[in-house]
């Protein structure tokens, strides 16, 4: 069986060539199962019984399930988690902001990376999502609390650079107009700095934000939290990051969770500078989160406010990210790793 939420409508008009049928179904089924989100084929009202049949043979319609939820006290956001048919778990976040509503959400269960300040890195890696799957996370936050899903983060569970395929097939699903038409630009995409695979994605030229998770300066501190970095040292992943902006024009975001006596002082942040100056991007700072069992602990405030004053003051723009659900450990991984199976 097959998730048919993964096809776009050009594949889906194939498969219905293969089985006899007219092509302009393809874009029936699609708004069914992309802007209307049914659960099941019989739901397909314009479609008939004996071809709602032969899909139930061979396709199924992949759902994320709540499994757990909870909501912040301190704002609306939301955090999910959810099941698949296999039972594999995901985590979800769904934030309420002035303009809109922002979904992060998650590209595999697990993840190989394991980045060791991180919850889901820790817990190793169970397998890819599908796209139909990325998809059926937002579409499970859209109707569970009854909003329509604005920009779309892919900073949950999982490195999806290292779920290429279904990534940028699921981009394509996500931006098209027959389906929930959320647009390039309203997506950001998380990666913790695959260099080959920022060299391919640069030439797709896809109007989306890329944010990289650097979270160091150098190699020496890099290498102490980031097993990647030994792949994708800085100096590397650095060069495909201002190739990338050179060839999309967009701005790349770093990510730098800041750890208390690790990554924060001051030549820190002289590096910082160093090795950003002339790029076309920006620096986003976290606290970084307090995972039970590592012993990273948050930078001070005034650390912080420090550290993003000198980069500002030297020419790369930085700002303090604000933490929404922060009661709820809405950082990826949390949820998941308390949950009993
Ligand atoms: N794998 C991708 C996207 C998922 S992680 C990536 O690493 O970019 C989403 C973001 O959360 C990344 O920037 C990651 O570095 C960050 N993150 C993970 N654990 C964290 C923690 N304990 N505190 C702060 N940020 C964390
Ligand atoms: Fe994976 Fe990202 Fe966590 Fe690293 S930070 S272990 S890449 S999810």
Known sequence: ???????????????????????FRAKQIFTWIHQKNVQTFDEMLNISKELRKKLKEIYYISHSS???????????????????????????????????????ISTQAGCKMG??????????FRRNLT???????????????????SNIVLMGMGEPLDNYDNVIRFLSLVSSSDGMNIGMRHITLSTCGLADKIAELAKLRLQLTLSVSLHAPNDEIRNKTMPVNRRFPVDELLRQCRAYAKTTGRRVSFEYAMISGLNDTHECACELVS???????????IPVNEVKETHYRKSS??????????????????????????????????LRGEHKF
């Open 66 to 104: 709540i499994e757990k939820k909870l909501i912040s006290c301190y704002d609306s956001t939301v955090k999910y988690l959810f099941s698949f048919d296999d039972g594999e778990c995901v985590e979800a976040v769904l934030m309420s902001y002035r303009h809109g509503y922002s979904a992060c």
């Open 115 to 124: 980045c060791t300040f991180c919850a889901t890195g820790r817990g190793g």
């Open 131 to 149: 796209a139909g799957e990325m998809i059926s996370q937002l579409q499970a936050m859209e109707s569970d609390q009854n909003v329509r899903i």
């Open 301 to 334: 405030k005034q650390s912080l406010r420090e550290f993003c004053d000198y980069l500002n003051s030297h020419g790369i723009p930085a700002t303090i990210r604000r933490t929404l659900g922060s009661d709820i450990n809405a950082s990826c991984g949390q």
């Open 275 to 285: 090795r950003l100056k002339g790029m076309l991007c920006h620096v986003n700072l």
């Open 1 to 23: 069986m097959r998730d048919i939420k993964s096809l776009d409508i050009k594949a889906l008009e194939a498969e219905l060539s293969n089985l006899g049928e007219s092509k």
